[in-house]
């Protein structure tokens, strides 16, 4: 049996991975390094990436939006592609004339604001969450937030109440809008959802590290790619206060669709693109 190798094997181990397909070798080899423990520690974490394990399993984290998020083992990985959406949301409460913060703060003019020229919570409202990377980084670009996400994956909700508890935020278990607290309806200034948008007929296609380390319930979309989407737009209304805005990553090919099913559902839709990120995001208001 090979000895475990050592913190100073760094071309070793790049070898290694390159071998496994490894794009990335270099940067790789530098985070398991700065990951492990002990030789034995890199080794095992060596030998799971080489066998095909996400490079954020392996670790337990992944980077986004600047953040370090857990990522548990058979958790959706949060991809740099929905940044974009982030960027999106985050812009949309920045502006000055805001309309979701000015919604909610007419609907509760009543209430206690807090020490003078506090700005009232941003509602947000994250489905589909996986780990909660989006709700966390909506929390950390905006201040103040009142964050609630939900996902069906009872794995992704156990990680994610990690995430989102150290941004005061509560994570439920459920399908869609049916575990959130009703008092929500209404309120949400920010609706996202990186939900599930591969045409079923595609899963096939996609790279093993998705396919057999990822759940399916958070890749395959249905027949188009878009029936989860259908589920959130329909009921966003309900939700959402006037103004809102729902925010959902979809692919470029299926983002006229999607806007198409946004306007039927009563929602103003917009398309946005990032040609850095590779993202799309449609975007639909509550009027």
């Known amino acids: 049996m090979s000895a475990p190798p050592s913190f100073s094997d760094r071309s070793a181990i790049v070898t290694r991975l390159r071998a496994a397909g490894c794009v990335f070798a270099e940067d790789e080899a530098q985070l ?34 600047g953040l370090r998020i857990a990522v548990d083992p058979g958790v959706f990985v949060p991809r740099r592609r929905t940044e974009f959406l982030v960027h ?14 000015q919604a909610d703060e007419a609907t509760h003019a009543e ?66 809008y049916e575990p959130l607290p009703a008092a929500l309806r209404g309120r949400v200034g920010l609706l996202t959802a990186n939900v599930p948008y591969i045409p079923t007929g595609e899963i096939g296609l996609l790279p093993a590290e998705a396919r057999l380390h990822e759940p399916l319930v958070a890749l395959d979309g249905g027949p188009d790619g878009l029936d989860v989407l259908r589920r959130v737009a329909t009921a966003a209304p309900q939700w959402l206060a006037p103004g809102g805005r729902l925010l959902i990553e979809t692919s470029e090919r299926q983002a006229a669709q999607a806007a198409e099913i946004f306007a039927g559902c009563g929602l103003l839709p917009q398309v946005a693109s990032s040609d850095e990120l590779s993202g799309t995001v449609v975007i639909g208001t509550r009027s």
Request: glycine share 8%; proline share 6%; with cysteine.
């Open 32 to 65: 398991l390094i700065s990951a492990a423990q002990t030789p034995a520690d890199l080794a095992a974490m060596l030998d799971r990436r080489a066998a095909g394990l996400p490079l954020e399993h392996v670790l337990g984290w992944a980077e986004f939006c």
């Open 88 to 101: 999106q949301a985050a812009a949309l409460v920045s502006q000055a004339d805001a309309p979701a913060r």
């Open 111 to 176: 209430a206690s604001h807090g020490p003078a020229g506090q700005a009232r919570p941003v509602v947000i409202v994250d489905l589909c969450c996986g780990s909660g990377a989006v709700g966390v980084a909506l929390a950390a670009a905006l201040d103040p937030v009142e964050l609630h996400a939900a996902d069906v994956d009872p794995d992704a909700v156990t990680c994610a109440c990690r995430n989102v508890a150290a941004v005061g935020g509560q994570v439920y278990h459920g399908d869609l």
